[in-house]
Structures are given as structure tokens and as C-alpha cells.
């Protein structure tokens, strides 16, 4: 085999899952297929994220000598301050029209978040080019946000075809203006899309109040 596939095929294994034992655990932070009997999954482990889904089904009823594999998700940045989402509905309130962004970072070590604002090089009501926060040693990307100005929360043809190679939560709030700026939200993980239908009361409720305060100063 020539060095590029071998160094594709080691970033990226496939594990045949064995029938009376469990998968062995990953080892290293990074991505793995799992051909199982039930179909192939996709395997993610990140600092901040583990996760198992399948992305394909067999076409024919081959037997397939292998085990099963349940999909799975485990988040291990837990206890999430919703305040950050409140300082970022501000953010986006004081850009718009314009779009703005920011991430969200959680720092492994000292299991605390904070807000990372992007560097903007242009942004419009309808666009944003940027350059990602500088990150600490320690720090990961947990939530990519932006807002969409004056426009409704929603993901774009863009956004799909941004996020497609990302492991993240995708954040979009719209409507900035608003008294309480609508949300959406997602995760994403290398090409799957899964939608949280109800983005979590106590963001809303965040981000109310972090509006509120802005108003209370202006006046």
C-alpha cells in the first residue's frame, strides 16, 4: 500500500466489531467506522464529545459476522453556562444588521467555558468571513455560533456545506433585534445533522436577561 493511503487508513480505521466481546475502546481523540452486523457506524471521541452513529444499512441480507453495535452519545463538558449564550445574543445584537460569530471553548483542565469572540476580515446581513479564535492549549471548540442579523434562525445551503467536516454544536441566533431573538440549534458531526428541537428554556431565558440589562443601561 503507498504511504498516502496508509496514512488515510490509520487517521481513519475500520474496526470489524467482534461478536462476544465489546469494541475495544478508542485510544486517541479522533474518528473510526465500526462494521457491524447491524451496519457501519461512525465513531467520534473527542475531549469534549463521544459518539456513535450509523450511517449506513446493508442493501442485502448478507451475514455479516460481526456484532452489534448500539448508537450512543456522551457529553463530557457538562454543566453548560447558558450565560455565555446571553453574551453572545448581546454580540450579535450590537453587530446587526450584520452577521457576527463566536465560539464557545471549553478548556479540559480546568473544566470551564468561555466566549471567543471570531476575527472578522467582512461581514454583511447576509454573510461572514472570519478567522477562528486563537484557542489555549488546553481549550476545545464546543459551540460555533452566529447570528444572522435581521433574519430568521436558520441553517443555510452555507452553513450545511461550512459544518459538513465539523464536530461541534452549531449555534444560529436570528431576529436579533427582537426582544427575544429567535435560536437554532444543532450537532454536528462529520456530516450528520441532528437538529435539537427544543433549544434548552434556560438559553432563552439567558438571553432575556442579558438583553434586558442592555436596554436598562441605554436608558
Known amino acids: 500500500m503507498n504511504a498516502a493511503d ?3 487508513q490509520r487517521s481513519f480505521p475500520a474496526v470489524m466489531v467482534p461478536r462476544r466481546e465489546p469494541v475495544a475502546p478508542m485510544q486517541v481523540f479522533g474518528e473510526r467506522l465500526l462494521i457491524a452486523a447491524n451496519g ?3 465513531e467520534v471521541n473527542q475531549p469534549w464529545l463521544s459518539l456513535v452513529r450509523r450511517i449506513a444499512s446493508y442493501a442485502v441480507p448478507t451475514a455479516i459476522p460481526y456484532g452489534d453495535v448500539a448508537e450512543s452519545t456522551r457529553l463530557v463538558c ?3 453556562p447558558a450565560s455565555l449564550v446571553g453574551d453572545f445574543a448581546c454580540m ?3 453587530a446587526s444588521p450584520n452577521e457576527t460569530g463566536a465560539w464557545i471553548v471549553w478548556n479540559r483542565e480546568t473544566e470551564q467555558f468561555r466566549l471567543a469572540p471570531v476575527t472578522i476580515l467582512s461581514h454583511s446581513g447576509a454573510a461572514l468571513r472570519y478567522e477562528p479564535p486563537t484557542l489555549g492549549a488546553n481549550e476545545v471548540r464546543v459551540v460555533d455560533c452566529h447570528s444572522h442579523g435581521l433574519h430568521p434562525a436558520f441553517f443555510s445551503n452555507t452553513d450545511d456545506a ?3 467536516h465539523e464536530i461541534k454544536f452549531s449555534l444560529v441566533i436570528g431576529n436579533c433585534l427582537s426582544a427575544t ?3 437554532a440549534l444543532r450537532l454536528c458531526a462529520k456530516g450528520i ?3 435539537v428541537e427544543r433549544v434548552p428554556a434556560a438559553w432563552y431565558a439567558a438571553v432575556k436577561a442579558a438583553l434586558a440589562t442592555i436596554v436598562t443601561e441605554a436608558a
Request: zero cysteines; proline letters at 5%; hydrophobic letters at 50%.
Open 193 to 195: 445533522f441532528e437538529t
Open 92 to 94: 450579535a445584537r450590537e
Open 181 to 183: 431573538p429567535g435560536m
Open 6 to 8: 496508509l496514512a488515510l
Open 162 to 164: 461550512d459544518d459538513r
Open 78 to 80: 457538562e454543566h453548560f
Open 40 to 42: 457501519v457506524f461512525l
